[in-house]
């Protein structure tokens, strides 16, 4: 098993940066596969990125493409979500998610783990 815990999030102006971690317990995070999520009020959880065990091969929502980043840092068992540009439409809870498995997921069926998630809130 894996556990996440999701943090970076907070209050930012539309045009700004965040940088959200999520740390992951275990030795062998370098198996897991992981995903960032988010899910803004009355909306269903989207999958924002997702980034392969190797950190070879990476997704981005279209939503998202050209202003967020997915990287993973093996040593370090952690993922990142770099977030440039806001827009207030990115509100919403963001929630690291893994899956014991090489490869990249894009379903959020797919994934076995989550964090707590961590709030980002983008004010206009």
């Known amino acids: 098993q894996v556990q996440l815990v999701e943090s970076g999030g907070g209050l930012v102006q539309a045009g700004g940066s965040l940088r959200l971690s999520c740390a992951a317990s275990?030795?062998?995070?370098?198996?897991?596969?992981m995903g960032w999520f988010r899910q803004a009020p009355r909306k269903e959880r989207e999958l924002v990125a997702a980034?392969?065990?190797?950190?070879?091969?990476?997704y981005s929502a279209d939503s998202v493409k050209g202003r967020f980043t997915i990287s993973r840092d093996n040593a370090k068992n952690t993922v990142y979500l770099q977030m440039n540009s806001l827009k207030p439409e990115d509100t919403a809870v963001y929630y690291c998610?893994?899956?014991?498995?090489?490869?990249?997921?894009?379903?959020?069926?797919?994934?076995?783990?989550w964090g707590q998630g961590t709030q980002v809130t983008v004010s206009s």
């Open positions: 998610a893994a899956r014991n498995s090489q490869g990249m997921f894009i379903a959020e069926r797919a994934y076995d783990y």
């Open positions: 980034i392969s065990s190797s950190g070879g091969s990476t």
């Open positions: 275990g030795r062998t995070f370098t198996n897991y596969a």
